[in-house]
């Protein structure tokens, strides 16, 4: 059974850092594109990075760059998102995907992951 688990949730305040991470289970993941998505209070979820399989492509959205860095390692599948510089913009419920891996139109939308984590809840105070 797929398992998608995040950790390093938590609250910080607005300058600080975190760091998550997503350990998949079930599978090797090693031919899949992984991603991280968030969710703030009443709104939508959104796309805040992918890297590819190989790990040597990487998006993020434009809110995001320059401040968080997407990583993986194959060798024990898992996922990593290093978040610096945190505003309290970026409180939100974060989720690592496991999914199918294309061009940047089609990675940062929610159809190519197939499996989710439940989340991990980061606030950033002011």
């Known amino acids: 059974q797929v398992q998608l688990v995040e950790s390093g949730g938590g609250l910080v305040q607005a300058g600080g850092s975190l760091r998550l991470s997503c350990a998949a289970t079930?599978?090797?993941?090693?031919?899949?594109?992984m991603a991280w998505f968030r969710q703030a209070p009443g709104k939508e979820r959104e796309f805040v990075a992918a890297i590819s399989p190989n790990a040597r492509v990487t998006y993020y959205t434009d809110s995001v760059k320059g401040r968080f860095t997407i990583s993986r390692d194959n060798s024990n599948d898992t996922l990593n998102l290093q978040m610096n510089i945190l505003n309290p913009e970026d409180t939100a419920i974060y989720y690592c995907?496991?999914?199918?891996?294309?061009?940047?139109?089609?990675?940062?939308?929610?159809?190519?992951?197939?499996?989710w984590g439940q989340g991990t809840q980061v606030t950033v105070s002011s």
């Open positions: 995907a496991v999914g199918h891996w294309g061009m940047r139109d089609y990675v940062i939308r929610e159809t190519p992951y197939t499996y």
């Open positions: 079930g599978q090797a993941f090693i031919h899949y594109g």
